[in-house]
């Protein structure tokens, strides 16, 4: 794998595995990376600054108080600079002072003052290793996300035999690049994350109007057009959720990817609905649902007779949104609210009485948007918060309600 461009901070401690760090720094510039060496004073008595200077092709840094290397890149900038610190090898003195947070040399103050990634080869006496301070200190590290490479088993420089000998600079070179590659995957997976907020969740959302028949060629309807929710459905697949959308009769055809169930009237709106509810994590009531419906539906066409009127009596429909909100385990419900007056006070009433997490209020007597229009702007309001989506068309509409929705769903989830 290339690591052109990565900034990599070799740290050298006092150990006889010092001499290994030179091979290490030539292996990762083979492959590209930029490699930068900081010096404890008793890794110089292993391996000489000229060494690490050669092979790595910048000047090594070795102390904290000198003036003229601060001149240079100075430790706070060196401490920026690092898209990846490894000590490699890391002495038990070193390791301790880690763990301790302490900063009495270039290294250890490096390894505090950095946002990078911290790794540590360790290397030294197995009895050491073994030491339950040494053993301590290596697991708060890695409780802290220092990432502990190694020890190798083995004969020891010191005859020993045991846990304690540094990994092999191309053990090394794989683990450093195999962090890289996590680090990438990692940074994917969160900008997926946020590009599709929804992911993972099932959403099911009404849209439309519904038809109350009178008789088999009459019905009571509105002007809902199925714009809106239908925007809705497109954009929730968009940002990642699975989704089902019942619809009234609209001429709109079915979003890509969006489970459509058509249905005329409320209480088929409401069987549709109850009917998948039980697997959703949220819904949406964007229909334009009937509030009554005519109480007896006439076999045959209505005749119109000699009166001067016609009374028909009606009966309430079912409250779906209401009955959704009710559930026992209900999922996140999100209303709307079609008003023409005092928009605040009705909002925030349907959203007291009918128990929802969330309504979405729009103001139908405006021209230009609402029923039946391309544009449409929202009031939402929920429990503590209110926010004003101004007029857009209804796909951008969609995007911003969606993305509130998925960040109260995280709220209170
Ligand atoms: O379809 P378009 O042409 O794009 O227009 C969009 C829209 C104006 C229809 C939409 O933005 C909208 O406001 N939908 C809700 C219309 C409505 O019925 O509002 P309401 O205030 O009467 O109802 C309040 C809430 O209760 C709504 O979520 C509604 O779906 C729900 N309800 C109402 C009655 C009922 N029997 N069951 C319900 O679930």
Redesign the pocket.
Known sequence: MSLTGKRILIGVTGGIAAYKSAELVRRLKERQAEVRVVMTDSAKAFITPLTLQAVSGEPVSDTLLDPAAEAGMGHIELAKWADLIVIAPASANTLAKLTAGLADDLLTTLCLATPAPLAIAPAMNQQMYRHGATQDNLHILAARQVMIWGPAQGAQACGDVGPGRMLEPMELVALVERHFIETKVQAQVTTHIKAQPLAGLKLML????TREALDPVRFLS??????????LAEAAVALGAEVTLVAGP?ALSTPLGVTRIDVES?KQ??AAVMGAIAQQQIF????????YAPKVVAEHKIKKTAADSLIIELT?????????AALADNPFT??????TQDIEI?ARD?LQR?KLDM????N?ALAGQ????DD?A?SVFWSNGHVDLPLAN?SQLAHHLLTLIAERYYDTH
Not at 222 to 231: T, V
Not at 334 to 339: H, L, M, R, S, T
Not at 370 to 373: D, H, I, L, R
């Open positions: 009404t849209a439309g109007p509105n002007h809902s057009s199925g714009k809106m929710g239908f925007a609209v409320a709106m409401q949406i009531a964007c229909a334009a649902v009937a509030d309430k429909n079912p409250d779906i949104v209401a009955e959704v999100v209303g709307f609210a079609a008003e009705y349907k009918k309504i979405a209020a729009n139908v609402g029923f039946n229009s449409n929202l209804k």
